[in-house]
């Protein structure tokens, strides 16, 4: 006896459009993975040459090759991690950095948002977080926050902020001076 039954073959156009939404499934499955997993996203407006992998030392060295040049401000100097303000600031631009490059959700607004409103704020701050003997290789360690002597010598309860204070702090040294 012979086999009747017909099976429906597909067209070769009804096999393109099935492959194209399989391939556009797995596009988004990666996309989803990636979020998840909190790996970099290449995007097109992201540096092809960024350091992989990415930590922020790594970026602080990209960074001065890539932007200061034509920034026409100082790079970030060696010392950087010696001074709280400044590794605080950095370690913010780099996160701001990522966000707007490498992250699954990041767009080409947020990477330019990045250049106009993030990068122009650090560079015009940079001078403020580091001595101008650290430019020239000399670091020099940031003034200590003031101590106790300091801050019981400040009125608690006075009209005048600077009444009563007793003691200075040494710009250089940061020591306090009675």
Not at 44 to 59: I, K, N
């Amino acid at each position: 006896m012979t086999d009747t039954t017909t099976v429906d073959t597909p067209t070769v156009d009804e096999l393109a459009t099935l492959v194209g939404e399989l391939m556009k499934s797995v596009g988004d499955h990666e996309t989803i993975l990636t979020h998840l997993l909190g790996q970099p996203t290449l995007h097109d407006w992201c540096p092809a040459d960024v350091p992989a992998p990415l930590d922020l030392p790594r970026w602080c060295a990209w960074m001065n090759q890539t932007y200061t040049p034509f920034a026409g401000r100082r790079p970030i100097p060696e010392c950087w991690q010696q001074h709280p303000g400044l590794a605080a600031e950095i370690g913010t631009l780099f996160a701001a950095w990522r966000a707007a490059f490498q992250d699954a959700k990041a767009t080409p607004d947020m990477a330019q948002n990045w250049h106009d409103r993030w990068l122009p704020g650090y560079l015009s701050r940079l001078d403020r977080w580091v001595h101008d003997y650290c430019w020239d290789g000399n670091h020099q360690p940031t003034p200590r926050p003031p101590d106790d002597a300091v801050m019981a010598a400040w009125p608690e309860a006075h009209d005048e902020p600077t009444a009563g204070i007793t003691a200075a702090i040494d710009p250089q040294t940061g020591e306090v001076q009675q």
